[in-house]
């Protein structure tokens, strides 16, 4: 092996200079996004200001503590009513929560978003929320951060991968801003962004995150977006078990609110009317939900911060669970602007309330807090941001241990029971299929001389056409199988090993049936083949097929022919790694008392079947991995 071909295999093969200029455009798109998420911000209290006591003031505002008495009940179908006219004469990109439009930008539209999304989204976002929507702000500025950075990844000479990183570092600022918590937003990018983990997105993204993250300090504060206070004591082990529990309820909540939103939007679909108005519509079940109980209008920061201070009144549990989750799934379904994160965590809050009063105490607000992780990770499918994110929201690392078995256990539930979560449902039903499960590439891990063919007919570089009508000759005295045997390239090489050109199958016949049998036979190839070296990845060989229209390469080594790799010998990796989830097979087996017994000798006739059914095994394994005995 040269050094030059060890220095060609890299444990990152993405990663080079562009990912430091990536990272320093990331700095500016962690400033905007900061910038925008204070924006929309004072916008939404803003727009609460107005419509719930008429006065023009970005203080924050909730809510819940008006006098409006009845006529809340129109507020939300105003609101519902003015978002429906953006999206119609807008765009109708701005409807729904705006994570899954992230995810379609990213996978399907080359990581572009229209410039007036920027705008748009937040004004539509405010309307929604501020006339009383009970959704969170996160989510839209996680779409406006993510256009942001879009917008300036389009007006640069870059690559669809490299614009989707700035897509998502502006997507990932945006949330980093929100709740300052920028590790939460580079695991969210992780989970449910990036659909990769490699350097050249995740250094920019986390660029972008710790830069909005501070830039907040300075606009909104560095104190915890929801104070608690901090968890000292050991978590006992019954409390343990309760997370467990605590998971797979909240696995359940999770499952019920993602159903619920799915059975409102294809309610709303039914209407004979047209979607400009479903928001409205929308707005009048969030205005009667609002009638009854208050607090589940708005963002909810003030009831979570009740839940996480030890607040355990029934009404409050009542509250949320009912009404909450009610207004919530049918406003969500009806295609009105507005964000899950922070709804999905007060209702997982009011799970927690309950549960707070039958499960082992651990330390005022904890379970609360608990639920809340356990259900956005069900929700969502992210686990490891959900548990993060409750850290960073309270700065309570104390209970980090029980978010994450809660976390986890709700994960592993609704995998297993629902095949969509709420933000790939959508996507689904217009077609296109996602799958969040990461692994590395069986391609990226084997390397040509792995499965290439060493036993090559190679010719001499000097051969003529009447070697190729011989070759003919013997072929179709052989009949079919000869032709299916593998070989359809036909290297010429000279007395040192060395490639002087190649012919196709095609072209041997050709040269064969030639009048002038003792013209050279190269004339008839090609002289400057396309060759991959026996080190390259599989990976790098499926792209070179892919953009040269090649299904077959010699492979060299410092010049010389080593052997033939076909298009597929590609397979065979891809055989191995599904024997590896599908096998099954003992490897170990332990005998009583762990030693051979007196009288317990295996027969000749035992052993000769164990050595049959050994090799028939075997035989078996290399069949189905592509590489017939």
């Known amino acids: 092996m040269s050094e030059t071909a060890k220095n060609e295999l890299r444990d990152y093969t993405t990663a080079d200079a562009r990912m430091v200029l990536m990272s320093c455009i990331a700095v500016i798109i962690g400033g905007a996004g900061a910038v925008l998420s204070w924006a929309l911000l004072r916008l939404i209290f803003l727009a609460t200001n107005l419509f719930y006591f008429h006065r023009v003031s970005a203080q924050f505002a909730d809510p819940a503590f008006s006098h409006l008495g009845w006529r809340v009940l129109f507020l939300p179908v105003i609101g519902g009513l003015l978002v429906g006219l953006i999206a119609r004469y807008g765009s109708d990109r701005i409807r729904g929560h705006g994570m899954p439009e992230a995810i379609e930008a990213v996978l399907m539209r080359g990581a572009r978003i229209s410039p007036k999304i920027t705008v748009i989204k937040p004004v539509a976002t405010a309307i929604a929320i501020g006339s009383g929507g009970p959704f969170g702000a996160e989510g839209p500025i996680i779409m406006t951060g993510g256009a942001a950075g879009s917008l300036l990844a389009q007006l640069m000479k870059v690559s669809d991968a490299e614009r989707s990183t700035l897509l998502v570092a502006g997507a990932a600022a945006g949330m980093a801003a929100t709740f300052l918590a920028p590790l939460s937003a580079i ?36 104190n915890p977006v929801f104070p608690m206070s901090a968890t000292t004591a050991a978590i006992p082990d019954s409390a343990m078990l309760g997370a467990v529990f605590a998971g797979l309820l909240a696995g359940l909540l999770a499952l019920l609110l993602t159903r619920g939103v799915h059975f409102f939007e294809e309610m709303f679909e039914k209407l004979p009317i047209h979607w400009m108005w479903w928001p409205a519509i929308g707005g009048v079940l969030i205005g009667l939900g609002g009638w009854v109980y208050p607090p589940a209008l708005g963002v909810g920061y003030a009831t979570i911060q009740r839940m996480l201070n030890g607040d355990t009144a029934w009404t409050l549990v009542f509250g949320v669970l009912i009404v909450k989750s009610l207004i919530w799934t049918s406003s969500l379904g009806s295609g009105t602007s507005g964000g899950i994160l922070a709804p999905q965590l007060m209702i997982g809050g009011g ?42 929201l309270t700065h309570n690392s104390g209970l980090l241990l029980p978010l994450l078995l809660a976390s986890v256990t709700s994960y592993g539930m609704d995998v297993l029971l629902q095949h969509r979560s709420i933000l790939t449902e959508r996507l689904s039903r217009r077609g296109y299929h996602l799958s969040r499960e990461y692994g590395v590439d069986p391609l990226e891990t084997v390397t040509a001389r792995e499965v290439m063919h060493t036993s090559v007919f ?33 290297p010429l090489v000279d007395a040192t090993g060395r490639l002087n050109g190649v012919l196709t199958r095609g072209q041997m016949i050709l040269a064969a049936e030639a009048s002038d049998k003792n013209a050279p036979l190269l004339q008839d190839g090609i002289t400057t083949p396309a060759v991959i070296g026996q080190l390259e990845t599989l990976r790098s060989v499926a792209e070179k097929m892919a953009a040269l229209k090649i299904w077959s390469f010699p492979v060299e080594e410092q010049g010389r022919l080593v052997g033939i790799l076909n298009i597929e010998d590609l397979l065979e990796p891809r055989g191995k790694a599904s024997l590896r989830d599908k096998e099954r097979q003992r490897v170990l087996t332990l005998r009583w008392p762990f030693g051979r017994q007196q009288g317990m000798e295996p027969s000749v006739d035992a052993l000769v079947d164990r050595a049959f059914d050994s090799a028939e095994r075997a035989r078996m394994l290399r069949q189905k991995a592509g590489r017939a005995d």
């Open 187 to 222: 695991l969210l990018a992780v989970e449910l962004l990036l659909f990769e983990w490699r350097p050249r997105s995740l250094v920019p993204v986390a660029v972008a995150s710790v830069t909005a993250a501070a830039l907040r300090r300075l606009l909104l504060g560095s």
């Open 351 to 392: 799970l927690g309330v309950a549960l707070a009063h039958v499960l082992p105490g651990i330390s005022p607000g904890a379970w609360p807090l608990i639920c809340m992780a356990a259900v956005l990770a069900g929700s969502i499918g992210t686990p490891l941001t959900a548990s993060v994110l409750a850290v960073e």
């Open 458 to 490: 190679a010719l001499p570089a000097d051969a003529t056409r009447k070697a190729a009508a011989d070759w003919l000759k013997k072929m179709n005295q052989r009949g079919n199988e000869a032709w299916s045997h593998w070989q359809r390239l036909f």
